[in-house]
């Protein structure tokens, strides 16, 4: 007992600094020096993640602190560089198990049926699993484990099965455990190159000796492990210790019936911390030290194998897509701001932005992505549109509410439309708005009604101030500033989609015609006052069509296509993102296409075709 305390106790002495230190004790003495720390960030934490997701990440790994794997539900996985997070998605889109690797183009990732591997420039399914893997260990590239349970005879046991590169070997591990109960197996892992293999049930340790599993200790509720160190509760008084895994395989416990309050996770390397879903503390002296609070359930938590060049640095993936990055500063202090601050929200309107920055909108919040990440500011009314500016502005339109929200920041209201909108149009000074079957005008600062509708309005768009196009009951009008004229010669057409190319000025419209008994699509363009009809091949909607150059429309319909002299013409290269339907497209020239699904993606691809870089 004493023997391993000795050999536990080099590595809890930066915590000891650490903990010292917050409390106005300070032992410069007692600082580490292997290796050096590195000043981190502003602050302590920093919110890597998420970029538009609702996914839960529940595993993370990583070979240094910029560079961090992350994996949670539906196959999504993240790479952070130390700038930010990418994306990548695995088929079959089930989730992400676990995490392992060898360097930073070797990693593999398990998810319950699929073995995968990253070869620094790609995602690969390499084998399927023989059951249900629940944790993943990797040795060499031949010598790859997974832990989990699979069906023997009449029911299930704890399982381990081996990959020598080519196929698995399952390795049963050996009969007992208390009262005859066995579980799944969810930890597989090698504490260093000097320890046998090792694996933990709820309530046994196993160690890999000779080629076959031989169980080590028992009476022990197996909570988690990380390198030599490990979490334990008794099964008698719940109590939670910390546990050191020796190259023998056997276990020591240099911390008996020491609690450790609602203890989860244990962070092994340079700074050994137990913590929970919702803080992390540290054992010095086998006494309990609270370092951090956190706002919100972690999943898991990881420090990467090698510091790098960012300094020491711990990593945590929870819920809502959050994906996080603490950092310990070089005087030994460790304090927590918001990890979970940034944005975790469903986007809800159309995609909008220019070369420089993106636009979205989730509720009452203003999602902006340019070259530092993603955030969110809060808007006190619900968003329902965002039309972006030329000089760089944006504004924010909801119900009977505007805003404009400036390049640094600023957000400025403009005067409230006097009903609740069907529709609402503004360059940031003047206005226009369909209302309470009217059609309002904002100038110099007063809303006054310029006509009357025959219904609800279903588009409205302008280029000019002066002017403004709107469809309502099938029908496409335009107000010149002085009256409503009907633009929609034919008596039989009904139209249900319209775009305003905002550099050509031309009016793409798609509806129907009614031919007794059947009805007919309809695809037409409106420029310098005439109609040009093209043959009906593509059914695009309100947000799915972009002007992206004077000579360059793009559309999403159930393809990619392209706007040309003979109408809609489809796009090689452009395959349908995975997921759900696409509900909003925007491009600009120098930026590349840009998609945003319906559910929790960007797609970025360049005008020529390549193969897609996701946001």
Known sequence: MTRARAR???????LGAAVLLAS???????????????????????????????????????????????????GVLLHYDGRRAARFDLEPRRGIVAIDGLASAAVWAVTWSHLHRWDGLAWTAIAATPFEAMDLCVIAEDEIYIGGQAWADTSYVPTIARYDGVDWTRMDLPDGGPDGVFERVDAVWRPSAAHPVMAATQSLVFRLRHGAWETVASSVRVVDVDGDLGLVRSPYDQSCRLVEFTAAG????????????SGRFVLDSRFPVVGSSSSLCALVDCESHPLVTLPQE???????RRPGAMGPAVFGVGRDASFVRGAWQADGSFTCQSVLAGVSLQPSSRLAGDADRIYASAGSNLIIGDQDGWHAEDVWFGIDQIEPLATGDVV????????????DGRLTALPSLPRWADRIWSDGTNAWAAADRLLWRLADG?????????????????????????????RLFHHDGEQL??????????????????????????????????????????????WSEFPAGLYWWEDSICEVSSDLVIAFGYEFARFGPDGWELLDGFDRPDGTSVNALWGHPDRGLVVLTGSDRIFRRDLSGSAAAKR
Do not use: K
């Not at 609702?54 to 595993?59: A, P, Q, V």
């Not at 972690?298 to 990467?304: N, Q, S, V, Y």
């Not at 007063?446 to 099938?474: C, F, I, K, M, R």
């Open 250 to 261: 056997e276990l020591s416990y240099p911390c008996d019936q020491t609690p450790v309050t």
């Open 24 to 74: 106005g004790c300070a032992r410069l003495d007692s600082m580490p020096t292997r290796p050096d720390a590195a000043p981190g960030p502003a602050g302590p934490w920093q919110q890597i993640y998420p970029e538009f997701a609702n996914e839960h990440l529940t595993s993370v790994w990583g070979m240094d602190a910029d560079d961090m794997w992350a994996g949670g539900e539906y």
């Open 396 to 407: 924010v339109i909801g119900g009977r509410e505007l805003a404009v929200r400036s390049v």
């Open 446 to 474: 007063v809303w006054t009604p310029a006509d009357s509708l025959a219904g609800w309005v279903h588009w409205l768009d302008t280029n000019d101030a002066s002017e403004v196009y709107l469809l309502t009951q099938g």
């Open 8 to 14: 536990l106790r080099p590595r809890l002495i930066a």
């Open 485 to 530: 004229r009907d633009l929609t010669e034919r008596p039989e057409l009904n139209l249900d989609q319209c775009y305003l190319a905002p550099l050509s000025d031309r009016l793409f419209v798609r509806g129907y015609i009614m031919e007794d008994p059947y009805w007919r699509s309809y695809e037409a363009v409106f420029a310098d006052g005439r």
């Open 298 to 304: 972690i999943l898991d938590w990881a420090i990467p």
